[in-house]
């Protein structure tokens, strides 16, 4: 074999000739063989197909999850033409996900919204310009508040778009078109850490930095599938040195489970009374940090009685763990020295997930396990910006993590802002379900869906359809005009995506993150910055937004909403200063940014300082309630729900558009059922079963695996209808909807 | 890090307009209160609108962030990726590999985007798939997922199968690359894998695969998916060939894989847990169809209609007068011959790339395919020279009168060969539908029957157009033909039912599946083939039987009834040959969930 036909390895020494080897018989390049050509492609990036090499590279963090990847944009005549994770940055270490790897493929989607789209008389939705849009819009919503009062239109928003545009909206529509009413779709996310850690530190302030990951030797995680639902933290635990002790609870044989070394499949929704009862064993041996809680917290006493009753013969009871599994949890608790405690959906979404957060934080609380490397009450968030919503969404919470029912914080805003304070509403909005409640009560006639879609994800499915056909004008900004709830609208407005403009996203950790227009948006798509200028403009109180004149000057000014709050930003100086330093985190006031206060990765509350006024956490805690639910003789099983693949993302309105994406999941519903159970069903596997709840019937594909309990069924969310069957009940803090249980039967179609 | 630039570039190509200048404000300085550009009260709704529908447009991230970069220096990754490549080539008797360490694969499949994204693959083309086992109790389930890509075998089943010698396996690497611009193709590749590793992109009309991106390996860099797993489960290892040889012994690959035996496949998968015995994968209850290729289909019916043509028609000359051989002899040599030819015609519209037919001879030496093209190439030339010969006399073509039977027998020795490469393509892929004894079996006896439904249609031809010698045959012995008919059809309907004796095992074997997909997905497609067999096979054949002697050859009962027979045998062929395709169970590596 000649040399030139060698096609690899021109630095290893050729060895024995190949069985059949006819050099000039044989194509060994052309165009086909080009076409997969790889060549440097500079910029640190590696050997790169020479059809992409870039001529400039840029970073922008991820817009999926919350946990706030960097990506590098391969740019060519300052376009993206693809990307690649980033080495440098402190989150994810030169890797991503699957959805972080196609974030680029699913822009060029055909059913983008390229134009904006108002139904016609014959009910159809019809592409009509800018102007018609805008006209419409205010005209239909400020005749709605003329005939029903300001408070007649609300707005949806969500944890998907830059910090920038959620402050922005939120401005527009409270403080320019006195809208009272609007909420997130963090609200299905977040809310429950929200509340848990206001309530228990004074602030929304998730300590943890994800260095945690890697430092501790004891994690804990509730409810959360990390390997899915968050695989580049998973990777941050893969990389832990210490050999730590992974201790999973949840109900489900997860692959986090899988990768425990104790797993703890609890009956669903019997956490609380595991941490009581984990707490009780903590106090009775003394395993406690006896100095921690008398220096830093309150209410220790209290809560030390009120666990007295959650003896391990009733936690076996409740949860259906053996009394060995519990014993050997508390003991890794008490062994480890530095213990994190994470949880994601499997508590927030629950009827009681503040208490059940909380009985979390209470652990840590009282193991002295925080404000210490590798430790934490750590809420691991949902969305990529749930973060920059919880601060700066301007719905639950004043801009800035202010309180609307303050009188000093409204002055604040109001004086920044340069606004009448007058304007400023006095009390929060109602939240999401409320709103929507609202709509069913008459009190809510016009509603704006900005970035979510309520008609796949909003719990009990029918009943939110059936709301969201009453309302008189509905008005949903999208990328898309194909998600369900775009094809309910009276208007759709074109939106820009990500990668599509500029902004900030605050991560799970606390960083702000950067993120770019490097691709220019279809149509006359506008980002959603740009959209709520035009609203202001057309309102008529554009001149209150003037200074918004974009995103980064929109920046500037949260910057100075922040000052003086535990969130402070006042540090940073402008976008480029968060893209060299990494992102960073806050609190990052004026002058940080040398020392402690200006490391790359920071956690809170070393000081052992909380957000009280007296500077001390909160044990909190209540008696755990049955499940709203339960099975029954009719409806038999628990159904459970989550996600389905690391490839999907919630809705699917954006993972669905990417061919290889699509490949990495199955492509229709399917249910998760017990060997048992399918036996006594008589269901096969691949069977087509139907399962029912009072609200609804789906038809699945039966799912038989072990790694669903006896009793339980577990289907992913991102089918558009999971959510005819689940039961609308909140948690009465954080007004959080329970995805994650309730009744159903199963039967075999046909059977 | 920023906006990186080539050193080279900069300022200067950026002012040349990678995106015009826009107004928006400098990093430089802070805003102030006089951030409000002074013209802004100018702007009323609509032109304020049309500036943020241009600003929309504006690409700006590199003048923003735009920084000089050192270039030259080793890929950023590498610094987390060094210890997942050799730092050596292989020596004698070794060769890269990839190493999956299955405690470390969590099943995110991020694998799986970076190698479409890194090696620039199409929309939806895909070259590394994840699958996932189940099995264990409810009181310790067991859950595995799988990254598989090409395994570089040693003995690579694409590589012995391919006729166009597209495939190499680099000598001191070991990697089993593909030379696009080689293939033709046939896809014959795709069924010798058991791994279903190479991939056809109908767009190219080629196939593509995995070589562990050996231009980066070559470099020094890791392959793409070795690179993006945040989990660090992919290596490249260097592995002995004779301890991968002493390995596949204890078939210890992957539970559940295919036997490893076949083609060697080099990948280690490695695992801490002791999986249990009812580990299987979650598509392991799922019975797909296969491609049904259908220009193979009518490729492999026609030709062995051809070749049983011949054969049945040679074999009926031992018996016949020279005059009756004479008579017979045109019609049926044409008749079979263009039926051969319309075969090798159907079969290139299989080839992705048909321009390249030409090259299916260069991997006579090893490949099953090649050896049927050329077989059958000679098969057809045989053919061709018959036939003349017959209707213009072997002397019109430069033969004497005693080569004429040496040509009909090399046409049906040739046929023959070329039936049984037919066979050996299918049974090298070593599917159990498929394997030696039940291919050969089918193949012959289809040749058998449409060979002797040929012969009927000829005598009856001829008889038609008034042959006095040929009505006689017919009417004395026509009895006979049908007799053989129904006896090959019975036969062979009878086999092709032996299938469905699988369905009462409990073990799901490769057989099974083929029966539960015949019973199943494809119960339409196996009833119409019974049908139309026991119609063109039995049913037809009986009654011109009972026709042969009272009525005439030319009558219209006559006509009817045997082109019935002759349609339905044909079409019945065909469809088993369907079936023979879409209801092989392939073998692959553990799947995902699937209907």
Request: with cysteine; aromatic share 8%.
């Amino acid at each position: 074999m000649s040399s030139t036909e060698t096609v690899i390895g021109e630095n290893i020494q050729s060895g024995a000739d190949t069985p059949h080897s006819k050099g000039w018989l044989r194509a060994f390049d052309g165009p086909l063989t080009r076409d997969l050509l790889l060549s440097p492609g500079g910029f640190g990036l590696g050997r790169v197909p020479s059809k992409d090499k870039p001529d400039a590279t840029t970073t922008s963090v991820c817009g999926y999850c919350s946990t706030g990847c960097s990506l590098n944009l391969h740019l060519k005549d300052g376009e993206a033409i693809s990307l690649s994770p980033n080495t440098n940055y402190p989150v994810n270490l030169g890797m991503a996900c699957p959805k972080g790897w196609e974030a680029l493929t699913v822009l060029d989607a055909p059913d983008r919204a390229t134009t904006p789209l108002l139904r016609d008389a014959g009910g159809k939705l019809q592409p009509v310009d800018w102007d018609t849009a805008l006209k419409t819009f205010v005209a239909r919503m400020q005749g709605i508040q003329s005939r029903h009062g300001p408070e007649s239109v609300a707005f949806i928003s969500t944890g998907q778009m830059p910090t920038e545009e959620m402050a922005l909206l939120g401005s527009l529509a409270k403080f320019g078109m006195g809208i009272k009413h609007g909420d997130g779709n963090t609200r299905q996310c977040m809310a429950t850490a929200v509340v848990a850690y206001k309530q228990s530190f004074g602030f929304d302030a998730p300590p943890y930095t994800y260095a945690d990951f890697e430092e501790s030797d004891t994690i804990v995680l509730v409810g959360s599938n990390l390997c899915l639902a968050h695989p580049i933290m998973w990777e941050r635990v893969m990389r832990n040195k210490n050999k730590p002790e992974i201790i999973v609870v949840d109900p489900r044989r997860t692959e986090t489970a899988m990768a425990a070394t104790l797993h703890l499949p609890l009956a669903p929704k019997s956490d609380m009374d595991l941490f009581y009862g984990i707490a009780r064993i903590l106090i009775e041996r003394g395993w406690i940090d006896r100095e921690f809680i008398d220096a830093h917290t309150n209410g220790f006493a209290e809560f030390a009685e009120f666990v007295q009753p959650f003896t391990l013969d009733r936690v076996v009871t409740a949860t259906g763990l053996s009394a060995d599994t519990i014993e050997r949890f508390a003991t890794l608790i008490h062994a480890g020295k530095r213990v994190s405690f994470w949880w994601t959906m499997g508590v927030n979404q629950s009827y009681q997930g503040v208490r059940t957060a909380q009985a979390l934080i209470n652990l840590a609380l009282m193991t002295g396990n925080i404000g210490k490397p590798g430790t934490g009450a750590n809420s691991i968030t949902g969305q990529c910006n749930a973060m920059g919503s919880r601060l700066f969404s301007n719905t639950t919470g004043l801009l800035g993590g202010h309180d609307f029912a303050n009188a000093d914080h409204r002055a604040k805003v109001a004086g920044i802002l340069g606004i009448d304070e007058a304007r400023i509403p006095r009390e929060a909005s109602w939240a999401y379900h409320e709103i929507l409640e609202g709509v069913l009560k008459g009190k809510i006639h016009g509603l704006w869906i900005i970035c979510t879609n309520p008609a796949h994800s909003w719990i009990n499915q029918r009943l939110c359809h059936d709301i969201l056909d009453r309302v008189e004008f509905l008005v949903v900004q999208d990328m898309y005009h194909s998600t369900e709830t775009a094809q309910r609208a009276h208007l759709v407005l074109p939106a820009a995506g990500w990668a599509e403009k500029d902004g900030t996203f605050i991560n799970s950790e606390r960083r702000f993150g950067v993120l770019k227009k490097v691709r220019r948006a279809p149509g006359q798509a506008l980002s959603d910055f740009s959209i709520f200028r035009l609203i202001a403009d057309a309102w008529g109180c554009g001149k209150m937004f003037d200074r918004w004149d974009s995103p980064e000057s929109a920046f500037q000014i949260l910057k100075q909403l922040s000052a003086g709050q535990p969130c402070d930003i006042t540090g940073i100086e402008n976008y480029r200063m968060i893209e060299e330093r990494g992102g960073i985190q806050w609190p990052f006031a004026k002058g940080a940014g040398s020392g402690a206060s200006g490391e790359q990765e920071r956690r809170l509350f070393a000081d052992g300082r909380f957000y009280h006024p007296d500077g001390r956490a909160k044990f909190l805690f209540e008696a755990p309630r049955p499940m709203p639910e339960p099975a029954s003789a009719k409806y038999p099983f628990v159904l459970l729900t989550g996600r389905g693949s690391a490839s999907q993302w919630h809705t699917q309105t954006r993972t669905s558009k990417s061919e290889v994406l699509r490949k990495l999941y199955p492509q229709h519903l399917y249910v998760e059922i017990n060997p048992t159970d399918a036996r006594s069903l008589g269901v096969r596997p691949n069977d087509t079963v139907s399962v029912e709840s009072q609200r609804g019937r789906v038809v699945a594909q039966a799912f038989v695996t072990p790694s669903v309990l006896i009793g339980q069924v577990y289907i992913p969310m991102h089918e558009a209808n999971a959510n005819q069957l689940t039961d609308a009940v909140f948690d009465p803090y954080s007004k959080q909807p329970n995805y994650k249980s309730c009744a159903v039967r199963v039967t075999r179609v046909g059977a | 890090m920023s906006v990186t630039l080539p050193e080279t570039t900069g300022s200067d190509r950026l002012a040349g307009g990678v995106s015009p200048p826009v107004d928006r404000m400098s990093f430089d300085h802070e805003p102030t209160g006089g951030l409000t550009p002074p013209a802004r009260q100018e702007f009323d709704g609509q032109t304020l609108l049309a500036r943020l529908l241009s600003d929309q447009q504006q690409l700006t991230a590199v003048e923003q962030f735009a920084r000089q970069h050192d270039d030259g220096a080793l890929p950023a990754q590498s610094r987390y990726y060094k210890s997942l490549i050799p730092a050596s080539p292989p020596g004698p008797g070794q060769q890269f590999a990839f190493e999956v360490d299955l405690d470390r694969c969590s099943g995110c499949k991020a694998c799986v985007t970076a190698c479409h994204s890194l090696n620039g693959l199409d929309q939806g083309e895909t070259w590394r798939d994840v699958g996932m086992l189940i099995g264990g109790t409810t009181e310790l389930p067991v859950l595995q997922h799988v990254t598989t890509a090409c395994h570089h075998c040693i003995e690579p089943g694409c590589m012995s199968a391919c006729p166009v010698d597209a495939y190499e396996k680099d000598p001191v690497t070991g990697i089993v690359k593909h030379l696009d611009d080689q293939c033709f193709g046939c896809q014959y590749c795709i069924l010798a894998c058991p791994y279903e590793v190479p991939k056809y992109h109908s767009g190219l009309g080629i196939v593509r695969k995995c070589d562990m991106c050996s231009d980066r390996l070559a470099h020094g860099e890791a392959p793409a998916c070795v690179q993006a797993c945040p989990h660090e489960a992919i290596a490249i290892r260097i592995v002995n060939l004779s301890q991968v040889i002493e390995d596949s012994e204890a078939n210890v690959f992957l539970p559940a894989a295919p036997d490893p035996q076949i083609t060697l496949p080099t990948t280690t998968y490695k695992s801490s847990k002791v999986f249990p015995r009812n580990l299987l994968p979650v598509d392991f209850h799922s019975v797909s169809t296969q491609h049904p290729h259908w220009p193979l289909i009518v490729m492999l019916v026609l030709t062995q209609f051809s070749v049983g043509s011949f054969l049945v028609g040679l074999g009926l000359e031992r018996l016949l007068s020279a005059e009756l051989v004479s008579a017979i002899r045109p019609l049926h040599s044409l008749s079979a011959l263009a039926f051969g030819l319309l075969a090798l015609a159907a079969s290139t519209l299989h080839l992705g790339r048909p321009q390249y037919a030409w090259r299916a001879v260069i991997g006579l030496r090893h490949s099953w395919l090649s050896r049927e093209i050329v077989v059958f190439g000679a098969f057809a030339g045989a053919a061709i020279l018959y036939a003349a010969g017959s209707w213009f006399g072997f002397e019109s073509v430069g033969l004497g009168p005693i080569l004429h039977d040496a040509v009909g027998w090399s046409v049906g020795a040739f046929g023959l060969c070329g039936v049984f490469c037919s066979v050996m393509i299918y049974a090298f892929t070593q599917r159990a539908f498929w394997s030696f004894p039940l291919t050969a079996t089918r193949f012959a006896l289809t040749t058998m029957l449409l060979g002797i439904a040929a012969t009927w249609v000829t005598l009856l031809a001829l008889a038609v157009i008034n042959n006095g010698p040929v009505t006689r045959l017919l009417i004395r012995r026509g009895d006979l033909v049908c007799e053989g008919l129904m006896i090959v059809t019975v036969t062979k309907l009878a086999f092709e039912a032996l299938i469905f004796r699988h369905l009462l095992r409990k073990q799901t074997t490769p057989l099974k599946r083929s029966a539960l997909l015949m019973t199943g997905p494809l119960v339409r497609w196996t009833q119409a083939r019974f049908a139309l067999g026991l119609i063109g096979g039995l049913l037809m054949p009986a009654i011109l039987r009972t026709l042969i002697g009272d009525v005439a050859p030319s009558s219209p009962s006559m006509l009817a009834t045997s082109a019935a027979l002759f349609v339905a045998c044909l079409a019945g062929e065909l469809l088993e040959r369907y079936l023979f395709f879409a209801a092989v169970a392939a073998p692959r590596m553990p799947g995902t969930l699937r209907g």
